[in-house]
């Protein structure tokens, strides 16, 4: 490209449903706070893309937002006293079963 030859780039893209396993399910990290560990900070995105979208907007930009947050937290390597939480939610554009369905579990 820098030396203005023009590029070509030929993609062959296979796609297949996997309807196997249709579960959705919810993706769960933390850091672990120090005195107030028991207090959580938490924050999350949803992963849950519909089939016919791509997943890039709502999943993927919300996803690296989560993921960015946790490792910029990680690296820091700051004493939090309260553990910091993320939660990726699935089910979340069919009536929030994802957080829902956590909330219920960890309720009982």
């Known amino acids: 490209m820098t030396?203005?030859?023009?590029?070509r780039l030929?993609?062959?893209?296979?796609?297949?449903?996997?309807a196997a396993d249709q579960?959705?399910?919810?993706t769960l990290a933390e850091l672990r706070g120090g005195d107030l560990a028991?207090?959580?900070?938490m924050f999350g995105a949803h992963l849950d893309s519909w089939?016919?979208?791509t997943g890039a907007t709502v999943n993927g930009a919300?996803?690296?937002a989560m993921m960015e947050a946790m490792r910029i937290l990680k690296r820091l390597n700051l004493p939090m006293r309260r553990t910091v939480r993320v939660a990726?939610?699935?089910g979340e554009e069919v009536g929030h079963q994802?957080?829902?369905g956590w909330i219920s579990k960890i309720a009982s």
């Not at 030396?3 to 590029?7: F, K, L, S």
């Not at 579960?23 to 919810?26: A, D, E, R």
């Open 23 to 26: 579960m959705q399910y919810n």
């Open 62 to 64: 919300g996803t690296v």
């Open 3 to 7: 030396r203005g030859i023009p590029v």
């Open 38 to 41: 028991d207090q959580v900070v």
């Open 98 to 100: 994802g957080s829902r």
């Open 88 to 90: 990726l939610w699935s």
């Open 10 to 18: 030929d993609i062959d893209v296979e796609n297949r449903f996997l």
């Open 51 to 53: 089939h016919s979208g």
